[in-house]
C-alpha cells in the first residue's frame, strides 16, 4: 500500500530505512524529501529524450523506450548501490507524480523480496505538504526575534543558544548567506530546497517552547523567507543585543574576513550604494579598501551605512524588545555570556 501522508511530520516520520528519490540528476538537485538517495531511473538527458517523443511521436514509443532505459538503470542501482542490503531492508521510493518510474522501481524491489513502497502523488506531494506549512497555514510557534545592530555576533550566539537547549532557526545558515550587503557565503540554495531544510527543522520543535530566530528581513540574499515564518516573526517580541562600536568592529573584521580582503568583489558589492549613500562615500569606501585599510573601512561601513538602516528599520517595525542585553566585547568567552543572559531572558518568557 502507498504512503498517503495527510501531513508532512506523517510524510518525514516514514518509519523506512531509505527514501530514494528516482527522479533525474537535475530534479533532485532542485529539491528533494530531506535524507533522500537519489538513484535515478532516467537521467538528465535520458529523461529529456523521452519527454520529446512522448510530445513529437506517441506516448506509447515514448513508455516504451522509458520502460527499457528505466529497468537498465534500476538494475544498475540494484548491482552497485543496493547489493548490500538484505532482506529486511524497507525502502521508501517517489518520483514526481508516484506513478511510472518509482512505481517500476519499487515493483522491481518488492520482487527481489524487499518491502518497498512509494509515496502517492510522489514529490508533488511532498512538495504541497511544504507549501501548506509555510505559505498557507500559520505556523504554531511563539517565535522570539534576536535583534540587534549589525556585528553584535547574532548569528555566532544561536549555535551557543542551542547547546543550551534553546530552540533556534538559523535562517542565514538555511539560506548560505549572512544576510547583508557584504554577506554572501557562495552559492544558495534553490527557494525550494531552503523551504524543505526550514520545514525539516519546523517539524522538529515544540510548540509548548519559544522558537528563537535572528531577526532579518523578509529577502536573505535571493531567498525570500515564507509568508507562514514572515507572519510570525513580524509580531514576535524582541530581544535586543547591544556592543561597543569597537567590539563590533572587531568582529567584523573576522567574520568578514573574506569579503574584506577580496577588494575586486567587496568594491562591486558596494557599488549599488551609491544610489544611497552617495558618490563621495562610497568612494572613500573604495578609496580604504584599495589600501587595504580593513578597520576604518568596516567601522565606516557601521557608522555610514549598516547603523542607520538599522535604526530606520526600527523606527518603523517599533517591535516589543522584552530585554536588552549589553556585550561589552563579542570574543568566544564573551559570547558564552551573553548567550547565558540571552538563554535566561528566553526562559523567563516561558512562566
Not at 102 to 124: P, T
Request: net charge negative; with cysteine.
Amino acid at each position: 500500500m502507498a504512503l498517503i501522508p495527510a501531513t508532512l511530520p506523517d510524510l518525514l516520520d516514514h518509519g523506512f530505512d531509505t527514501v530514494i528519490d528516482v527522479r533525474s540528476p537535475a530534479e533532485f538537485a532542485e529539491d528533494h524529501v530531506p535524507g533522500a538517495i537519489n538513484l535515478p531511473v532516467l537521467d538528465n538527458e535520458e529523461r529529456a529524450r523521452v519527454g520529446t517523443i512522448y510530445k513529437q511521436v506517441s506516448p506509447f514509443d515514448a513508455r516504451k523506450i522509458g520502460a527499457a532505459l528505466v529497468f537498465r538503470n534500476a538494475a544498475n542501482h540494484i548491482e552497485r548501490s543496493l547489493s548490500h542490503h538484505d532482506g529486511a531492508w524497507r525502502p521508501l521510493v517517489y518520483c514526481w507524480r508516484g506513478g511510472q518510474r518509482s512505481g517500476s522501481f519499487a515493483w522491481l524491489l518488492k520482487e527481489i523480496g524487499w518491502r518497498s513502497d512509494v509515496v502517492q502523488g510522489g514529490y508533488k506531494t511532498y512538495r504541497r505538504l511544504v507549501a501548506d506549512m509555510l505559505h498557507h497555514q500559520p505556523l504554531p510557534f511563539r517565535f522570539v526575534q534576536l535583534g540587534g545592530y549589525t556585528g553584535t555576533a547574532k548569528t555566532e550566539l544561536l549555535p551557543l543558544l542551542a547547546a543550551r537547549g534553546i530552540q533556534v532557526i538559523d535562517l542565514e545558515g538555511l539560506a548560505n548567506h549572512r544576510g547583508s550587503l557584504l554577506g554572501s557565503m557562495g552559492e544558495q540554495p534553490s527557494q525550494k530546497a531552503f523551504e524543505s531544510a526550514l520545514a525539516g527543522v519546523l517539524c522538529r520543535l515544540d510548540p509548548a517552547r519559544p522558537v528563537l530566530v535572528e531577526a532579518e528581513s523578509s529577502k536573505i540574499g535571493q531567498i525570500l523567507v515564507p509568508p507562514s515564518l514572515w507572519d510570525g516573526m513580524k509580531v514576535a517580541p524582541w530581544i535586543e543585543l547591544l556592543a561597543p562600536l569597537e567590539a563590533r568592529t572587531d568582529y567584523l573584521l573576522r567574520a568578514y574576513d573574506d569579503i574584506l580582503s577580496d577588494r575586486e568583489t567587496l568594491q562591486a558589492r558596494l557599488a549599488p550604494l551609491r544610489a544611497h549613500r552617495g558618490e563621495a562615500l562610497v568612494a572613500e569606501w573604495t578609496r580604504l579598501s584599495a589600501a587595504g585599510d580593513k578597520r576604518a573601512l568596516t567601522r565606516s561601513l557601521m557608522e555610514d551605512h549598516y547603523d542607520l538602516a538599522y535604526a530606520k528599520s526600527m523606527k518603523a517595525m517599533a517591535p516589543q524588545v522584552m530585554a536588552r542585553i549589553t556585550a561589552e566585547g563579542l570574543k568566544p568567552s564573551d559570547l558564552e555570556q551573553v548567550a547565558g543572559e540571552v538563554a535566561a531572558a528566553l526562559q523567563a518568557m516561558e512562566i
